[in-house]
């Protein structure tokens, strides 16, 4: 058996470990959610510690350990720039998103693929259209793989299609027709066709430009969506959507 493994990944959380170690959680490609111990990170002349302490994508070699898996390499590949306060306010939601959301330690690969995406464009892209529209990708994708995805297509009372005014129930996790009697609340008819096509046509991301009112309000909805589903408020895309 080999007794280290090598993959790319994130620093999503350090907490001391000992006198003079950290423990990290890092959200890796080929291994989802991984924690492993820093030796030494904590004194100044520790290698480790100057690639830990960036924001950005960082190659790691782990050792396995029969309790606790040991960091033996890490190389910072790179580097996350952020050009506001909310932009960074947004990196450290995500990450305690993944902290608190993702438990399992699976590798997802659409999951991991979006993150990067959406990291990268937010150090450099200049689409600022395509900038807004990656984060809430990115959390509608989480919410599916977590088993959340809400219903977009039909009433979740009546099962009827092609309702014309849609309403939402945030406990029920779908629309709502104007007919059924079931606690509900608006919401704008352009953001779940936004959400549908984010689900089920993205190659539509390239090819459309969305109106800004749009991409606001659908922010606005998955923020409430996440907020209702994990029951905790995270600065998500919603922050960086400007008035
Ligand atoms: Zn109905």
Redesign the pocket.
């Known amino acids: 058996m080999n007794s280290t493994y090598k993959t790319i990944g994130i620093v999503i959380k350090r907490k001391d470990w000992r006198e003079n170690d950290s423990l990290f959680s890092f959200y890796t490609r080929d291994f989802g959610k991984v924690e492993a111990v820093a030796v030494g990170s904590k004194k100044i002349t520790s290698k480790l510690a100057g690639h830990l302490s960036s924001f950005g994508l960082v190659d790691l070699m782990i050792a396995r350990g029969k309790r606790i898996d040991r960091l033996a390499q890490a190389r910072l590949v790179q580097k996350f720039s952020f050009t506001s306060l909310d932009e960074f306010k947004f990196y450290a939601g995500l990450l305690e998103f993944l902290d608190k959301v993702i438990t399992g330690h699976e590798a997802d690969l659409a999951i991991w693929n979006l993150l990067e995406k959406t990291l990268i464009s937010y150090s450099g892209n200049s689409n600022h259209n395509y900038r807004e529209i990656l984060p809430i990708l990115f959390y509608l994708k989480v919410i599916e793989t977590l088993g959340y995805r809400p219903e977009l297509y039909r009433?979740v009372?009546?099962h009827?299609n092609n309702i014309k005014h849609p309403y939402f129930s945030y406990v029920s996790n779908g629309l709502?027709?104007q007919?059924?009697q079931i606690a509900k609340e608006t919401v704008a008819k352009e953001s779940i066709i936004f959400c549908r096509l984010l689900y089920d046509d993205q190659e539509m991301l390239s090819r459309v430009i969305f109106n800004r009112r749009t991409v606001k309000h659908t922010a606005d909805f998955i923020d409430k969506l996440i907020m209702h589903i994990f029951d905790k408020q995270f600065f998500t895309p919603k922050i960086l959507i400007k008035k």
Request: hydrophobic share 25%.
């Open positions: 009433c009372a009546c009827k709502v027709c007919s059924c």
